[in-house]
């Protein structure tokens, strides 16, 4: 090949490639702006999109999900480089103050419009995404995680316990230490059972509920010097050395079996459990149901659904998250999947204050989450909350497969906290 | 091409004239150069792309390993060896390296004395001889995840098919994750199960070199099959052997996908278990790099003494297998 045809080919090449390349990150011409939407499992916004779409004819909508853990990490190193992030994200609560300390990698909200919305959310739900210094908001609240329990009835039939909801309710309404005391009436009567999936949701659960947490107002880790977190600890510690626990991992294959196979009574229920529950065990449909949580109320997840910076078509997308948090969207949301809405103007709303789930014995899920969200004191999350819940998760985890005694594994909580 | 037209094109010249031709100094320059720098161009798009994706990424791991480097932070402080220090101080990096050799060991030496075995045996006169050849390879085209998410399922704690084959011979349940033998067992399986076929093949390429003569000799000596292979075979296929040991230990040393796919989706998958009993060296690099404080300066340093590490176990293989060879 002589160097002026071979020189030529280059240049073909070449600009096919750069074609290529131009018309794959760049919008069609006729003016459709494409918004990418990453999420971490289904939030339900599948129809949603689709009706969007209908009165939106230039936009396209396109969904990557992506699993849980993955989904932070992935954005986070996005946000570092400066590329990669879809226009829209969302971010589990765990994770969101990690975010808000760096509120610039993010579009800000109040300047596309949310500072005239701020009363549409419940108030706490509204200051998770604010930054710091309270000027800047990174994030539209989705669903909240107000908990309630859920159990099987034919377990505690078989144990000798009530089985209707507000008998059961009764049970454990002052304290965690009455669950306790349950779980061991339960432990008592039956065999080769547990009371419980797994005691990380259950210290995990006490913990949310307290005035403060693992961290403090100044954004320390308090897990050594907080009365409330050592108070779980034992207690947790009660009941895994009793053999309440059932020692599964959440979202493992073993985790996804056992709520069909009946292998633990109770397991902690913000609202988007249920949808796991019922997707995981169809089989065991009117055997679950529903009471409230020991120990009053409190918030176990819930996500927010932000704009990084990097993305390009910041009015384009502020306004479809806006439309999506809206609380007619969230009350489809919810019919759908179950994710609890966040809009309290939706809590006097009998479309969803009367919603029943017949798979768990027609519990009234609409008025029983109402009252766990209406209830919820908002409590401080440290920008390494997830990571800091996780390290005592797997502590716990270690007195409960035997390889560590509980002392132990708690100064190895604390060594471990050293380094974050 | 330019190579050998232009020398030609001299001949032909010396030729018409009867003597030399004589060549200007600026062409004869020119015919030097190119005498000189082609090679080396046409070599160089791979030196090329080497430099861009294999030095320049080591190099610059290396200067990134010498500072306090998170994603999350624009301030970059040089601290010299300190992130060095720092690893070599923390008894995680020496369970990780402890339970990377233990798993290293527990897939490689079955892995290969199966290998072997196999290859042997389908040097034999089979019916069905192709099908039995590529189906040694089925194992290693299944994607890694896939083969790693199968697997922790069979050995799941209360659903799996280990424990339940276990349970109905009558010996008990096994937490597999829990334990650190245990789970080290469950993690070799995995890397033997893809690789032991692909070496099987190797090993069978490398037999069907061996004479034939020398076995029908060996024969008619008496030798059993067995006899054969060890004292026959193994001596004569021993570089790929070497070249097999090697090959599986670099991999070995870096697997990734088997132990944090066995943790699951939450902290034990990074960790490798509530007590870190199967946290291999990669993933401690990846708790370091990819998870809270995104710490690319520490990650670098343990991937730099990862590095260090593979090469020091592979030279130490190599001594090993030469030693066996001399000693025979």
């Known amino acids: 090949m002589s160097s002026k045809s071979l020189r030529a080919a280059l240049a073909a090449g070449t600009a096919t490639v750069l074609v290529a390349a131009g018309a794959a990150c760049s919008d069609a011409d006729d003016g459709t702006v494409t918004l990418t939407v990453g999420l971490f499992g289904d939030f339900g916004f599948g129809p949603l999109y689709e009706e969007y779409m209908e009165t939106h004819p230039d936009i396209e909508i396109e969904e990557r999900i992506s699993e849980f853990a993955d989904h932070h990490t992935n954005l986070t190193t996005h946000l570092a480089t400066g590329s990669g992030a879809a226009d829209i994200e969302a971010v589990e609560v765990g994770y969101v103050s990690q975010y808000t300390a760096s509120p610039d990698r993010f579009h800000d909200?109040?300047?596309?419009?949310?500072?005239?919305?701020?009363?549409?959310?419940?108030?706490?739900?509204?200051?998770?995404?604010?930054?710091?210094?309270?000027?800047?908001?990174?994030?539209?609240?989705?669903?909240?995680?107000?908990?309630a329990m859920c159990y099987r009835r034919d377990l505690f039939e078989a144990a000798g316990l009530p089985v209707e909801r507000d008998e059961v309710s009764a049970l454990w309404a002052e304290s965690w230490a009455d669950y306790v005391a349950v779980g061991h009436q339960y432990m008592d009567a039956t065999d080769g059972t547990y009371f419980f999936e797994s005691s990380g949701n259950m210290f995990r659960a006490q913990v949310e509920q307290a005035e403060q947490g693992v961290y403090d107002r100044e954004g320390s880790i308090v897990v050594d010097s907080n009365p409330a977190v050592g108070e779980a600890w034992d207690l947790t510690v009660e009941a895994i050395e009793a053999g309440m626990s059932n020692g599964l991992?959440?979202?493992?294959?073993?985790?996804?079996?056992?709520?069909?196979?009946?292998?633990?009574?109770?397991?902690?229920?913000?609202?988007?459990?249920?949808?796991?529950?019922?997707?995981?065990?169809?089989?065991?449909?009117?055997?679950?149901?529903?009471?409230?949580?020991?120990?009053?109320?409190?918030?176990?997840?819930?996500?927010?659904?932000?704009?990084?910076?990097?993305?390009?078509?910041?009015?384009?997308?502020?306004?479809?998250?806006?439309?999506?948090?809206?609380?007619e969207q969230q009350l489809k949301v919810f019919e759908q999947t179950g994710n609890f809405p966040s809009t309290p103007e939706l809590y006097e709303d009998p479309a969803l204050t009367g919603m029943t789930k017949p798979y768990f014995n027609?519990?009234?899920?609409?008025?029983?989450?109402?009252?766990?969200?209406?209830?919820?004191?908002?409590?401080?999350?440290?920008?390494?909350?997830?990571d800091v819940l996780a390290t005592l998760g797997q502590?716990?985890?270690?007195?409960?497969?035997?390889?560590?005694?509980?002392?132990?594994?708690?100064?190895?909580v604390l060594s471990d906290l050293e380094s974050f | 091409m330019s190579l050998d037209t232009r020398p030609a094109a001299a001949k032909r010249r010396t030729a018409a004239d009867g003597r030399p031709a004589p060549i200007g100094p600026w062409r004869h320059r020119l015919y030097r150069l190119d005498l000189k720098a082609s090679p080396f161009l046409y070599i160089a798009p791979f030196f090329a792309l080497f430099a861009a994706f294999g030095l320049f990424p080591l190099a610059f791991?290396?200067?990134?390993?010498?500072?306090?480097?998170?994603?999350?932070?624009?301030?970059?402080?040089?601290?010299?060896?300190?992130?060095?220090?720092?690893?070599?101080?923390?008894?995680?990096?020496w369970n990780a390296l402890a339970n990377t050799v233990s798993i290293l060991a527990l897939s490689t030496a079955p892995q290969l004395l199966a290998a072997l075995l196999l290859a042997h045996l389908l040097t034999m006169r089979l019916r069905g001889q192709t099908f039995f050849r590529m189906g040694m390879l089925l194992p290693n085209v299944a994607s890694v995840v896939a083969v790693a998410v199968i697997f922790s399922q069979l050995f799941g704690r209360d659903f799996g098919l280990v424990n339940w084959v276990l349970e109905s011979l009558g010996a008990g349940r096994i937490d597999w994750q829990t334990g650190r033998a245990s789970s080290h067992v469950a993690i070799a399986v995995m890397v033997a199960w893809k690789w032991t076929g692909y070496n099987a093949l190797i090993y069978l390429a490398?037999?069907?070199?061996?004479p034939r003569e020398i076995y029908e000799s060996a024969h008619l000596?008496?030798?059993?099959?067995?006899?054969?292979?060890?004292?026959?075979?193994?001596?004569?296929?021993?570089?790929?052997?070497?070249?097999?040991?090697?090959?599986?230990?670099?991999?070995?040393?870096?697997?990734?996908?088997?132990?944090?796919?066995f943790g699951g989706a939450g902290p034990n998958g990074v960790t490798g278990g509530s007590s870190r009993q199967f946290q291999t060296l990669t993933l401690y690099l990846y708790e370091h790099a990819f998870n809270r404080g995104f710490e690319f300066g520490y990650a670098s340093a343990v991937a730099w003494t990862m590095f260090a590490v593979i090469v020091l176990v592979a030279l130490l293989n190599y001594l090993f297998i030469r030693r066996i060879r001399s000693a025979s």
């Open chain 2, 221 to 261: 000596d008496g030798a059993s099959r067995l006899q054969q292979l060890f004292r026959i075979t193994v001596p004569m296929i021993r570089p790929t052997i070497v070249f097999t040991v090697i090959v599986s230990t670099i991999y070995g040393l870096q697997i990734f996908a088997e132990p944090q796919l």
């Open chain 1, 395 to 412: 502590g716990l985890g270690r007195i409960e497969d035997g390889s560590q005694s509980p002392e132990d594994a708690w100064s190895q």
């Open chain 2, 206 to 210: 490398a037999m069907q070199a061996v």
């Open chain 1, 249 to 327: 991992e959440a979202y493992t294959p073993e985790w996804n079996a056992s709520f069909s196979e009946g292998t633990f009574a109770t397991i902690i229920c913000p609202a988007w459990m249920t949808t796991y529950i019922e997707t995981n065990a169809p089989d065991a449909a009117g055997l679950w149901d529903i009471a409230s949580v020991p120990g009053g109320a409190g918030n176990m997840g819930g996500s927010h659904l932000v704009l990084p910076a990097q993305g390009e078509h910041a009015e384009e997308a502020y306004e479809l998250i806006e439309w999506l948090t809206a609380p």
């Open chain 1, 109 to 147: 909200l109040l300047d596309l419009g949310a500072d005239e919305l701020e009363g549409q959310w419940l108030d706490w739900k509204w200051q998770q995404a604010l930054s710091g210094d309270g000027e800047a908001l990174i994030g539209l609240g989705t669903d909240v995680g107000g908990m």
């Open chain 2, 61 to 93: 791991t290396a200067w990134v390993s010498m500072h306090d480097w998170s994603l999350l932070s624009d301030e970059r402080a040089f601290v010299g060896v300190e992130n060095y220090t720092a690893l070599l101080s923390d008894p995680y990096f």
């Open chain 1, 362 to 386: 027609d519990a009234p899920v609409g008025e029983i989450f109402t009252g766990a969200a209406q209830a919820v004191e908002p409590q401080y999350q440290g920008p390494l909350q997830g």
